[in-house]
């Protein structure tokens, strides 16, 4: 099994929205061996995985600059991929906060690649709208706004830089059932069965990282041994799956609104394994749409 997974081309497709540090991140990527190409049609993709090549590690920035660019053709080039059985992928999805980036168009004084004619406020808005879909299967998400260029390369090798040849990076997600299972997971948690903070009127609108939320749930009589468990578990696999040359694992907790039950799961399990000294990533997938649909025109 090890032998196979060493065999495996590793793939990092790098996207996001126009100042969020994509270019950045490629230059990174290649510093640390990956063959990277930007700006990449995807429609070349394939024959270049028909060339003959050195089996090196490869950075592939793909953006709405490219000529063949659509939303729908990102995510099935990303299935097919993730198909292929001597292809390693990530997906990594670079952002930013809409200030920031019209604050970096602002200094640059580069018009828009998706509103030449228009506002950067407005090439900002629809970028992100039409990336949306591809940030939410993602399998890396690293947010730019507060990060300078030394510290986003420092992000992109924490998360990439080989460590002894048995580097894993862990990344902890909440979802919401209703909208379905997010692509690409490793391992997922129900957290249905636990008290639903919902049904609290003072906390309905509150989310998991509220610490009243947090203390609801962790009440509940099935919380401490299904959380002790969860832990135990993951400390007992992550070492197998890095010995196999696993590069990342990505561990999922879902509940019916992905607002309360997973996100509080999501974060105390993140933390236990931080402190357990495991290199751990968190998204929250709801709170993140719901963020980005609050967006002021």
Known sequence: MAEHMTSQRRIVLVTGPSGAGRSTAIHVLEDLGFEAIDNLPMGLLSRLLDSPDDNRPMALGIDVRNRDFSTIGFIELIEKLGRMADVDLTTLYLDCSDEVL???????????????????????????EL????????????DTTSLNIHQLRAEVEHWFAPKDGRHLAVSIESFSYKRGLPRGLDMVFDCRFLANPYWRPELRA?????????TYIQSDANYAAFFDRVVELLIQLLPAFRAEGKAHLS?????????????????AVAKALAEAGQQVSIRHREMERRSVNERPD
Do not use: Y
């Open 206 to 214: 509150e989310d998991g990282r509220n610490p009243d939320v947090a």
């Open 251 to 267: 561990v999922a907790f879902g509940c019916t609104g992905g607002q309360h039950r997973s996100v509080a799961m999501a974060e």
């Open 102 to 128: 019209l604050r970096r168009f602002s200094e640059t004084r580069r018009r828009h690649p998706v509103a030449a004619n228009a506002s950067p406020e407005t090439g900002v808005r629809q970028e992100k």
């Open 131 to 142: 990336l949306l879909p591809i940030r939410e299967v993602a399998d890396t998400l690293i």
